[in-house]
T-cell receptor
Framework: AQTVTQSQPEMSVQEAETVTLSCTYD???????LFWYKQPPSRQMILVIR??????QNATENRFSVNFQKAAKSFSLKISDSQLGDAAMYFC???????????FGQGTRLTINP | GAVVSQHPSWVICKSGTSVKIECRSL??????MFWYRQFPKQSLMLMAT?????????EQGVEKDKFLINHASLTLSTLTVTSAHPEDSSFYIC????????????FGPGTRLTVL
């Protein structure tokens, strides 16, 4: 069974600085998708970024970018120019191309210090 | 785009009663909907997956007679918690997806259920 591990329960960063959240996963499949979701205090899950495993190019969305290392099964999220609104719980998730359901990591709580 | 709503956002009920939670995709047709449960400070736990017009597929350990899921249309899925008990108190979240959205799941805002 696939698993997703987020080894950092909590992280903090100064406003305007850069922070990287770690995520590793375990799978024997070659075709899959990886996601980062953000859950702010409102508890609304928001899609931050998506990566297809067959794409070598790392996905980016404005201040958010990933470092996808397929061989190492690593999928870290970099947040540049951190803003107070980035404070949230961040979940890394995996989905096999052959399945519909997501496998979530345990989450990393990100605090932004003004 | 890809907006999912849930209703109600919070509900309090007495033990033994049933509660229905609605999940709607507002601007797309959701061929697949998912129901999750989230305990405080924990990750999301998938309860079931439902495809429009088909019976839901429940995850191991989830009582299908207690958590009734109906996905009767491409924009609406409902979760009914039957004979609710205090241990059913939790935060319930739905998500929806379709192939046009590259099967990405978009989430509703969640429903907080408190059973007294």
């Amino acid at each position: 069974a696939q698993t997703v591990t987020q080894s950092q329960p909590e992280m903090s960063v100064q406003e305007a600085e850069t922070v990287t959240l770690s995520c590793t996963y375990d799978t024997s499949e070659s075709d899959y998708y990886l996601f980062w979701y953000k859950q702010p205090p409102s508890r609304q899950m928001i899609l931050v970024i998506r990566q297809e495993a067959y794409k070598q190019q790392n996905a980016t969305e404005n201040r958010f970018s990933v470092n996808f290392q397929k061989a190492a099964k690593s999928f870290s999220l970099k947040i540049s120019d951190s803003q107070l609104g980035d404070a949230a719980m961040y979940f890394c998730a995996y989905r096999s191309a052959r399945a519909q359901k997501l496998v979530f990591g345990q989450g990393t709580r990100l605090t932004i210090n003004p | 785009g890809a907006v999912v709503s849930q209703h109600p956002s919070w509900v309090i009920c007495k033990s033994g009663t049933s509660v229905k939670i609605e999940c709607r995709s507002l601007d797309f047709q959701a061929t697949t909907m998912f129901w999750y449960r989230q305990f405080p400070k924990q990750s999301l736990m998938l309860m079931a997956t439902s495809n429009e017009g088909s019976k839901a597929t429940y995850e191991q350990g989830v009582e299908k007679d207690k958590f009734l899921i109906n996905h009767a249309s491409l924009t609406l899925s409902t979760l009914t918690v039957t004979s609710a008990h205090p241990e059913d108190s939790s935060f319930y979240i739905c998500s929806a997806s379709n192939r046009g959205l590259r099967d990405t799941q978009y989430f509703g805002p969640g429903t907080r259920l408190t059973v007294l």
